[in-house]
């Protein structure tokens, strides 16, 4: 099971569900959430104090982990999920990917399929 730590589990599980149109589950207290699909494990968040947001592609901060997700149209996904949310980072390092960082700041890329 993946787990991504974040400052509010239940937005950050939102994102995520949009983002794969995957179903979004999250405890009445709102410390935990996850997400879920008929075809893959689930991706769990949990809310946690004093959170701070991994810094990239600088590793004061390491990014810990990323999520990679492949599409067949870079424009048309970035489009996609600027309007969810999410942030492009300033540096992007290959012309293959595209680099963002979720609602919580974790770095995730959408990948040419």
Not at 23 to 48: K, L, N, Y
């Amino acid at each position: 099971m993946v787990v991504l730590d974040a400052p509010d589990a239940g937005e950050l599980a939102k994102f995520y569900g949009d983002l794969l149109d995957w179903q979004v589950r999250v405890d009445d207290d709102g410390t935990w959430a996850e997400i879920t699909s008929d075809s893959w494990p689930p991706i769990c968040f949990q809310q946690v104090e004093d959170y701070r947001a991994p810094g990239w592609p600088s590793q004061d901060h390491p990014q810990q982990m990323h999520i990679d997700v492949m599409v067949d149209d870079l424009d048309t996904a970035e489009a996609q999920v600027l309007e969810l949310g999410a942030g492009k980072a300033e540096f992007q390092p290959g012309e293959t990917f595209r680099v963002f960082l979720d609602p919580a700041g974790h770095p995730f890329c959408l990948c040419v399929n």
